[in-house]
């Protein structure tokens, strides 16, 4: 399996607060993923890193914001939590952007949010 | 954009029966079609994947196929067995830039009944 850890893997917390979502890599793989998983809606891409410091936006980023200070790492940051994004969050590597050779994505095993 | 449809969304099968799942996208540009497992409480795991310049590939009792002219492809899992049981997602990727676009079909739960 690939060396892919997500922190915490459950959290509650209630609409307004601030929430951040971690994910830690030991593959040294240059791009790392955040998705979001709804019922009906498969994965959907939230933000997307490329290198340290250099981050895009996905299809669902809309109150999401992230960062990467270092290869390793990989942050999620709800800056006020609602209840639509109440989810279960994957965190994703892969050695190069499939773009570019379309290397396979190798997921963690998710943190379970909810939004009271 | 790309858009990838899925179906059927369940499927139940019983042991040793095969079973097919199948995909369809919009975006001509796709060239990687990777297929995904997903256990309960775990994250989704590649099972298989094929290229837009193979027609077919097969892996022990897993094989997936890709028809580029009608923009479809499929899973076909043989002899299954408990251990199948999942929910398997279907994605597709297009070769447009160096952004990393990988898009999800929205998943078929496979019941294999004993």
């Known amino acids: 399996d690939a060396g892919i850890t997500q922190s915490p893997r459950h959290k509650v917390t209630e609409t307004g607060t601030p929430v951040t979502l971690r994910c830690h890599q030991t593959?040294?793989?240059?791009?790392m993923y955040w998705y979001r998983q709804d019922p009906g809606h498969g994965l959907r891409l939230i933000h997307y890193?490329?290198?340290?410091?250099?981050?895009d936006k996905g299809e669902v980023s809309d109150g999401y914001s992230v960062s990467r200070s270092k290869t390793e790492d990989f942050l999620l940051t709800l800056e006020s939590a609602t209840s639509s994004q109440t989810s279960v969050y994957f965190c994703?590597?892969?050695?190069?952007?499939?773009?570019?050779?379309?290397?396979?994505?190798?997921f963690g095993d998710g943190t379970r949010l909810s939004i009271l | 954009g790309e858009n990838v449809e899925q179906h059927p969304s369940t499927l139940s099968v019983q042991e040793g029966d095969s079973a097919v799942i199948k995909c369809t996208y919009s975006?001509?540009?796709?060239?990687?079609f990777p297929w995904y497992k997903q256990e309960l409480g775990k994250g989704p795991q590649l099972i298989i994947d094929?290229?837009?310049?193979?027609g077919e590939k097969k892996d022990q009792r897993i094989a997936v196929t890709l028809n580029k002219t009608a923009k479809h492809f499929s899973l076909h899992i043989t002899e299954t067995q408990p251990e199948d049981s999942a929910v398997y997602f279907c994605?597709?990727?297009?070769?447009?830039?160096?952004?990393?676009?990988?898009?999800f079909g929205s998943g078929t739960r496979l019941s294999i009944r004993p």
């Open positions: 994703a590597i892969s050695e190069r952007g499939q773009g570019d050779g379309n290397q396979p994505q190798h």
């Open positions: 593959e040294n793989h240059r791009y």
């Open positions: 890193s490329y290198g340290v410091k250099d981050t």
């Open positions: 975006d001509s540009a796709s060239n990687y």
């Open positions: 094929i290229r837009s310049n193979v």
């Open positions: 994605a597709a990727s297009p070769r447009t830039s160096s952004a990393s676009k990988i898009i």
